[in-house]
């Protein structure tokens, strides 16, 4: 089985910063790609940011010159976002999101449990 685990989400004032932490664990072959989505109260589910395995980043526009994507290792199994500028309309719930390979021709999206961001005016 797969695990994603994520952290570091909270409480905090607009202008703040935050960052999360998402690790990957289990039976893993490969990573192809991560991401970070985020879901608000009535809205649908949104990316936010993503990273692929060669280390290429995509960003939805109102995120983009605030948030940073990275990898913490070399096979992808952990993603960091670092959120900077933190805005109210940022609250959300956000999730973590791989792409997993369990085997050479098996592979699934995996989801994490969501961490609660909530930015105060």
């Known amino acids: 089985q797969v695990q994603l685990v994520e952290s570091g989400g909270g409480l905090v004032q607009a202008g703040g910063s935050l960052r999360l932490s998402c690790a990957v664990s289990g039976r893993i072959f490969s990573i192809n790609g991560m991401g970070w989505y985020r879901q608000a109260p009535g809205k649908q589910r949104e990316l936010v940011a993503a990273?692929?395995?060669?280390?290429?980043?995509?960003y939805a526009d109102s995120v983009k010159g605030r948030f940073t994507i990275s990898s913490g290792d070399a096979r992808n199994t952990v993603v960091y976002l670092q959120m900077n500028s933190l805005k109210p309309e940022d609250t959300s719930v956000y999730y973590c999101?791989?792409?997993?390979?369990?085997?050479?021709?098996?592979?699934?999206?995996?989801w994490g449990q969501g961490t609660q961001v909530t930015v105060s005016s």
């Open positions: 999101n791989a792409y997993v390979y369990t085997a050479y021709s098996s592979s699934r999206d995996y």
């Open positions: 990273i692929t395995s060669s280390g290429s980043t995509n």
